[in-house]
Nanobody, 115 residues
Framework: VQLVESGGGLVQPGGSLTLSCVAS????????MKWYRQFPGKGREMVAT????????DYADSVKGRFTISRDNTRNTVYLQMNNLKPEDTAGYYC?????????WGRGTQVTVSS
């Protein structure tokens, strides 16, 4: 299983970014997908999750109303649309999925929100 994130970068407060995560090595539409983030020197926290069909989603309270998770099962891709970004959203963002009892992670993409 391989997960490859992209789309991070430097953005001003109030700006937007869309992250992508392309998965391979698994039947993508059989798996829940999740986005996590990690702040410097801290553990990872869940940001958003989606079920196999993309019709059930969950978000961390800190991002509700600003972030949207979606997926395109024809492209084996999960997205994280991030609007109204704040400096406290600065972190490494990772996608992850559970496969045969083990969590798989991508290498992450850095999001920096700063003026």
């Amino acid at each position: 299983v391989q997960l490859v994130e992209s789309g991070g970068g430097l953005v001003q407060p109030g700006g937007s970014l869309t992250l992508s995560c392309v998965a391979s090595g698994l039947n993508f539409d059989h798996h829940h997908m999740k986005w996590y983030r990690q702040f410097p020197g801290k553990g990872r926290e869940m940001v958003a999750t989606t079920n196999q069909l993309g019709n059930s989603k969950d978000y961390a309270d800190s991002v509700k109303g600003r972030f949207t998770i979606s997926r395109d099962n024809t492209r084996n891709t999960v997205y994280l649309q991030m609007n109204n970004l704040k400096p406290e959203d600065t972190a490494g963002y990772y996608c992850t999925t559970l496969f045969v009892g083990r969590d798989f992670w991508g290498r992450g993409t850095q999001v920096t929100v700063s003026s």
